[in-house]
Nanobody, 117 residues
Framework: QVQLVESGGGLVQAGGSLRLSCIYS????????MGWYRQAPGKQRELVAA???????NYADSVKGRFTISRDNAKNAVYLQMNSLKPEDTAIYYC???????????WGQGTQVTVSS
């Protein structure tokens, strides 16, 4: 099974920054793509940022210019740098990956991000 462990969430004031990390149990040779999602109370889970096997990235319009997704293959890690945080960024953030040749989604446990005004 694929295991993902997230960390880095917390409470921050508007305008501040947080860096989320996700450590996964498979190496880069098995992975097709990775991404960060978030879910606010009473809302559906939404894509925040994604990075493909080839290294290309895409972002939700609401976070463009503020968030950056990156990876470290040697450490089996994916990161989400969040700057200029807004109260509407408050949510549980989840790491997700897919393996080559499979449509199955693997999810982390989630980490809470709370942005105060």
């Amino acid at each position: 099974q694929v295991q993902l462990v997230e960390s880095g969430g917390g409470l921050v004031q508007a305008g501040g920054s947080l860096r989320l990390s996700c450590i996964y149990s498979r190496n880069i040779f098995s992975i097709s793509n990775m991404g960060w999602y978030r879910q606010a109370p009473g809302k559906q889970r939404e894509l925040v940022a994604a990075i493909t096997r080839g290294g290309s990235t895409n972002y939700a319009d609401s976070v463009k210019g503020r968030f950056t997704i990156s990876r470290d293959n040697a450490k089996n890690a994916v990161y989400l740098q969040m700057n200029s945080l807004k109260p509407e960024d408050t949510a549980i953030y989840y790491c997700k990956l897919n393996l080559l040749g499979s449509t199955r989604d693997y999810w982390g446990q989630g980490t809470q991000v709370t942005v105060s005004s």
